[in-house]
């Protein structure tokens, strides 16, 4: 059964979705595979808080970069700001970030190095609330993931964009993601019709997503998939997501 967003464009119904899938992936069992596991938020919560400004970190310095040279100068990154420990982070002075970003061991974009600190004291304020970092967002509602990037947008830095949903995606948060072929999908279906990161599509997209969760008992990271197999001209074996 298909369903209307926002009381006009018609809303895809899972099994139809499901079904163009794994039409273009050779079928169910392939699909499966493709689709991966769940998402285990037991896991994220037994990070601690220095793993998670490290895959921040690492995921700023990866936007708009080779991925392959971050993640090959990344013990680099661990060693210079002390295995990203949020403390001793926070009580580095301007002159040492200044001096590291130059370190040609790293990758030398101070505007970046300077996200860090940041993004270290944002993790800090949230733990004087009582609880982890990782707690938090584990603990954040699966049908507002949009909040939550829209959170680490606000009180982080340079986490705006698909870099805060990579980054809790890399941590074991369960998210769907914003790729090229998910937002051809909702443009095609007419979910969409303005600028990708305006709060109305956000908010059309994350509907959407929690409709079909009502439906299955895929996580979103699988159904973010999912949308990207179904749609445009990858098929078989074509991972676009």
């Known amino acids: 059964m298909d369903r209307r967003i926002d009381g006009k464009a018609v809303l895809e119904s899972f099994?139809?979705?499901?079904?163009?899938?794994?039409?273009?992936?050779?079928g169910k069992k392939a699909l499966h595979h493709l689709l991966g596991n769940?998402?285990?938020?037991?896991?994220l919560t037994s990070l601690s808080d220095d793993r998670i400004l490290s895959a921040f970190t690492k995921k700023v310095f990866q936007s708009g970069f080779v991925w392959r040279v971050v993640e090959n100068k990344?013990?680099?990154?661990?060693?210079?700001?002390?295995n990203f420990d949020i403390t001793k982070v926070l009580m580095m002075p301007e002159e040492m970030m200044e001096r590291k970003a130059a370190d040609p061991k790293i990758i030398r974009n101070f505007?970046?190095?300077k996200t860090i600190k940041t993004n270290a004291q944002m993790i800090f304020e949230e733990q004087q609330n009582g609880h982890?970092?990782?707690?938090?967002?584990?603990?954040?509602p699966d049908d507002n993931l949009i909040g939550l990037w829209a959170y680490l947008k606000k009180h982080g830095h340079r986490l705006g964009g698909n870099t805060?949903?990579?980054?809790?995606?890399?941590?074991?948060r369960d998210t769907f993601l914003l790729t090229?072929?998910?937002?051809?999908?909702?443009?095609?279906?007419h979910i969409i019709d303005g600028g990708l990161q305006s709060k109305k599509s956000l908010a059309a997209i994350q509907a959407s997503f929690n409709q079909w969760q009502t439906?299955?008992?895929?996580?979103?990271?699988?159904?973010?998939?999912?949308?990207?197999?179904?749609?445009?001209?990858?098929?078989?074996?074509?991972?676009?997501?």
């Not at 090229?180 to 279906?189: K, S």
């Not at 973010?224 to 997501?241: F, K, M, P, W």
């Open 111 to 113: 505007n970046k190095v």
């Open 180 to 189: 090229r072929d998910i937002e051809a999908y909702f443009r095609a279906h």
């Open 215 to 241: 439906e299955c008992n895929l996580s979103l990271s699988q159904l973010s998939r999912l949308v990207a197999y179904a749609t445009g001209d990858n098929h078989i074996y074509a991972d676009n997501e």
């Open 132 to 140: 982890s970092f990782s707690e938090f967002l584990a603990n954040w």
């Open 15 to 26: 099994n139809s979705l499901y079904q163009r899938a794994a039409d273009r992936k050779g």
């Open 74 to 82: 990344w013990p680099n990154f661990e060693e210079s700001f002390f």
């Open 164 to 172: 805060g949903p990579y980054a809790l995606r890399a941590l074991g």
């Open 38 to 43: 769940e998402s285990d938020h037991q896991t």
